[in-house]
């Protein structure tokens, strides 16, 4: 790979970098929302080694040419550069590229259908919850209230639970999900609700589900199934905050 097109690669995936972090939010695909000053200062250093080496590459250009004999013995290349790297590097224009023109799609239920749910920790006590009505809680709360709660606070309360869809492998049944990142997306984990009562959405859908507690198993309790009987589900837009299992944010 000649020095130009190295320059060029860099260019590019500095530029790539820095529309992903800073003209859209795509970089939350991929990445936490904590890492986005680490991958803004890398697409700024790779875009100023880029010019750096075309400004070098310019002045090599302008330099007058040395037209003096080649030493006994040093032998004739005919111009060609043996010095190159393999021609596989060129494949690093994919990545580089996609990172300007095409963004890979997100996680979803794909990788979710295929992921065992995260276990949830152990929670000593639990608070009071508030009479809001229907309750918003996210999916690891109200499966730690379902399973280990020995108030049974979550009995015939109505919960709202927002998620995508994934299709349950065994049956026609489905699951709200949501994908965590702890740093990114190739140490994500997932945690999943049981829904009954409704018919099976279509996959990667998000929606925002209301209903109670399934009853199945003893509440409190490890043998308590983390599902729900969905009253209602609305669809809705995919949050900001999708890789994480907080309440969901909205788009500003």
């Known amino acids: ?89 060129w494949l690093l224009f994919l990545p580089a590229v996609s990172l300007v023109f095409y963004a890979p799609p997100a996680l979803g239920a794909y990788t979710a259908a295929r992921a065992g749910s995260k276990p949830v920790a152990v929670q000593s006590g639990f608070a009071p919850l508030p009479a809001t009505s229907p309750l918003p809680l996210t999916l690891t709360d109200f499966t730690k209230r379902v399973q280990q709660d020995r108030s049974r606070a979550v009995r015939s309360r109505t919960v709202r639970l927002t998620g995508f869809v994934t299709p349950a492998g065994d049956d026609d049944g489905w699951y709200l999900t949501r994908i965590i990142f702890s740093c990114c997306a190739a140490d994500s984990q997932t945690v999943k609700v049981r829904m009954y009562g409704t018919e099976v959405p279509p996959a990667d859908t998000w929606l925002e589900v209301t209903g109670t507690w399934h009853a199945r198993g003893t509440l409190g309790t490890a043998t308590a199934e983390a599902a729900l009987d969905v009253e209602e589900a609305r669809p809705v837009a995919r949050p900001v905050n999708a890789f994480t299992d907080d309440l969901p944010l909205r788009p500003s």
């Open 1 to 89: 790979m000649k020095r130009p097109v190295q320059t060029l690669l860099l260019a590019l995936t500095g530029a790539g970098l820095l529309h992903a972090t800073l003209l859209t939010d795509t970089y939350l695909r991929y990445v936490k929302a904590g890492l986005r000053p680490l991958l803004i200062a890398s697409g700024a250093v790779l875009l100023l080694l880029a010019l750096a080496g075309a400004a070098g590459r310019g002045g090599r250009d302008r330099a007058p040419h040395d037209h003096h004999e080649p030493p006994p013995g040093a032998g004739h290349d005919h111009g060609h550069d043996h010095t190159g790297t393999p021609r596989i590097a």
